[in-house]
């Protein structure tokens, strides 16, 4: 099974990822943000999330395709977002990449629109005051490079600590995130974007076990020549690694499983 790890070239020239691409309806191009949703979709899928009565909690989603593939294999979803003002200042609204309601979530018409409006709810959260309401009910949660925004690498990694609030004894929680390949001293530490450092995600890993859940990790990153490219604005493809401030950062992905 997919471990926590490095976005790489490799795995698009995998049999899972080709595979996830075809569930998303998406054509294989070499760009992270696909990696992204391939990987989390996959993870899930592995450990038997995707399935009847299931259900998920989706952090920061803007309009991706995650909660209505993961609707159309039966589970019930409850997707996330910020406040449509806060989705304003920080930029997300006039960049597209906001969902203010329900009915920005199924525009790739994954699932069938009934089911859609039977299986998915959205509720406004902000990810660094999860409401209490939301603990204990979900079989898996996760989110896609939605945690690098909650303003700080220390905010950051208090959610990942938080979110496990929301899981049942023995759930999922799959969440992806920018990863500096540059340094693992300087970095973007506060502001809009964050980049996560190796000791910043070694330090998620060893509190997580410390708390008794489960987590694996695989850092080594590609060496192909597409993961040697670096992709700088105006951004195209390939679109595994790219320049933000002085650093290079790419997406790691990290899978936790909570103590049963």
Known sequence: MLISQVCKQQDFESVWLQEACLALKEPLQYHRKLWEYCYIYQGLLERGMLGPGRRGLGFGVGKEPLASLFASRGCYITATDLDAPSASVQGWAQSNMHAAGIQDLNERGLCDP????????FEVVNMNAIPPHLFNQFDFTWSSCSFEHCGSIAL???????????LKPGGVAIHTTEFNL????????????????????EWMVHTLRAQGH??????SVGTGPIDRHIDVPPHSNPHLRLLLAQYVTTSIGLIIEKAK
């Open 156 to 166: 950051g990694k208090q959610f990942i600590l938080n979110q496990m609030n929301c």
């Open 182 to 201: 540059s340094s693992n001293d300087q970095t973007l530490e506060e502001g809009p974007t964050v980049l996560f450092r190796l000791k910043d995600i």
């Open 214 to 219: 489960s987590i694996e990790v695989d850092y």
């Open 114 to 121: 009934e089911l859609f409006r039977q299986r998915v709810t």
